[in-house]
């Protein structure tokens, strides 16, 4: 049975104006997102309502993505603020053809189709490939950090997550005592509702147990990385597993730091530094941009808040993107890391990555122990590599300024890492699209 949509009819004849295509100037962002679109392949969008059902006619997906990306490329991201654009802005009622979405609705299309605008991200990537606007000859990879929609006051330290647990283990079993009291009892306190308040307090408790085991399985697997056991009684260990000479850890294994933080709002944003000083809960947002015309071919979200390990899966992203890989890959000092440069030894990509003060000619670096690091430094010093990694820069630099100056993205709307990816995708879809509006070429 095939799906029945409400109308939708971008060239509809109206008395006045004439037609919707009349209210906007020719060469708009509006229409170079709406015949883009038009271009590409929305079969994944129309998939999910293909079994149909009861309930109302859905709005047609070209409609809603066309203006969701509008929405996105003009910095208006709440549901709400779209919803109301629908109604006072000339060209999102272009775009929509006069059809109206309420927030909710539009949060709900978001949210449900996170992965189809992601493939939408990689649909453009290949047209822009065949435009002649990508060229994959130097990427330049950058991260930067955006806030994730996590309350600071929604947060608790592992401390005070014993301390709240042991309180409200308490307070239940004092109000199941007093849950036990006789009728006359209760006639004293007909106002407390026993039941309610019990259940209050173990809702509270299991979101911190919850919390509290996420964060010392988080503490496991970074004590393991680090060579550490169950069991080692404290003392650093060598690879035979003979207690070194050095002193011994302050924690015991997989306990987290008193001072270590989880989000009650979104548990898998982490506390990351901000530029400027202090620290929130964020994300770390990557981008590979590549130097033909700024366009972001690859687009990832990291919970880690180094960048020295995302390298490989940033390389892999735009492979998989593009169909093929970069000859040079650029990227500042954050990303240094002697093992990812021995991973990345027979990738067949050029690495052009920044040592800080190891980069110095005169700083000697253990060849034997850090070979790569080494190699780094002296294509570091030569000619040819200062060339390639002045670009850096005005490569890698400017996306990530635009959608934080010029789009106005610095918090995320979702929340959780699949969800937040998904959006990082479509802004930069978005972007990409503003972008490429304003070539000749296109």
């Given at each position: 049975m095939s799906t029945s949509y409400r109308p939708y009819e971008p060239s509809q004849q109206r008395l006045?104006?004439?037609?919707?295509?009349?209210?906007?100037?020719?060469?708009?962002?509006?229409?170079?997102?709406?015949?883009?679109?038009?271009?590409?392949?929305?079969?994944?969008?129309?998939?999910?309502?293909?079994?149909?059902?009861?309930?109302?006619?859905?709005?047609?997906?070209?409609?809603?993505?066309?203006?969701?990306?509008?929405a996105y490329a003009t910095g208006v991201f709440s549901s709400r603020k779209i919803a109301r654009k629908l109604h006072e802005d000339v060209a999102?009622?272009?775009?929509?053809?006069?059809?109206?979405?309420?927030?909710?609705?539009?949060s709900d299309f978001r949210a449900?189709?996170?992965?189809?605008?992601?493939?939408?991200?990689?649909?453009?990537?290949?047209?822009?490939?065949?435009?002649?606007?990508?060229?994959?000859?130097?990427?330049?990879i950058d991260g930067t950090k955006l806030k994730a929609n996590a309350s600071r006051h929604k947060a608790m330290s592992y401390e005070r997550m014993l301390q709240?647990?042991?309180e409200l283990n308490a307070q239940i079993k004092a109000l199941l005592d007093k849950?036990?009291?006789?009728?006359?009892?209760?006639?004293?306190?007909?106002?407390?509702d026993l039941p309610a308040e019990i259940k209050r307090r173990e809702d509270r408790l299991q979101a911190i147990v919850e919390a509290k085991a996420r964060l010392e399985a988080r503490q496991r697997e970074a004590d393991a990385a680090r060579g550490r056991r169950e069991g080692d009684d404290r003392k650093a260990r060598d690879k035979a597993g003979k207690p070194t000479k050095g002193r011994p850890y302050k924690r015991e294994f997989g306990v987290p730091e008193a001072s270590d933080q989880e989000s009650f709002t979104d548990s898998d944003s982490r506390i990351m530094k901000r530029a400027g000083g202090g620290f929130d809960y964020s994300y770390n947002a990557q981008t590979a941009v590549d130097e033909t015309a700024h366009l972001i071919v690859a687009a990832e979200v990291s919970q880690e808040a180094a960048d020295s390990g995302e390298l490989p899966g940033m390389l892999a992203a735009i492979k998989a993107n593009v169909g093929e890989s970069p000859?040079?890959?650029?990227?500042?000092?954050?990303?240094?890391?002697?093992?990812?440069?021995?991973?990345?030894?027979?990738?067949?990509?050029e690495l052009i990555v920044a040592l800080g003060r190891?980069?110095?000619?005169?700083?000697q670096i253990d060849a034997a122990r850090r070979p790569r690091t080494v190699a780094m430094q002296e294509k570091l010093t030569s000619e040819a590599g200062q060339t390639a990694y002045r670009k850096r820069k005005w490569i890698a630099e400017p996306p990530n300024g635009w959608i934080k100056a010029v789009l106005g993205f610095r918090q995320f709307s979702l929340r959780g890492l699949e969800k937040v990816r998904g959006e990082f995708k479509l802004v930069c879809l978005a972007l990409n699209l503003r972008r490429m509006a304003t070539m000749p070429t296109v």
């Open positions: 006045l104006p004439e037609a919707l295509q009349d209210w906007l100037p020719e060469g708009h962002l509006a229409y170079f997102i709406s015949d883009t679109l038009d271009g590409l392949d929305l079969s994944a969008f129309h998939a999910r309502y293909a079994k149909g059902g009861a309930g109302n006619q859905p709005f047609h997906p070209l409609m809603m993505v066309k203006v969701l990306l509008y999102f009622r272009v775009l929509a053809a006069e059809n109206y979405p309420a927030h909710r609705t539009i449900l189709h996170l992965s189809e605008l992601s493939g939408l991200f990689v649909q453009v990537l290949k047209l822009a490939r065949e435009l002649g606007l990508i060229k994959l000859g130097t990427v330049a709240a647990e042991a849950a036990e009291c006789t009728d006359e009892a209760e006639r004293h306190e007909p106002e407390l000859v040079r890959a650029v990227a500042d000092a954050g990303y240094r890391n002697e093992a990812v440069f021995e991973q990345l030894n027979q990738s067949g990509v190891e980069g110095k000619a005169q700083v």
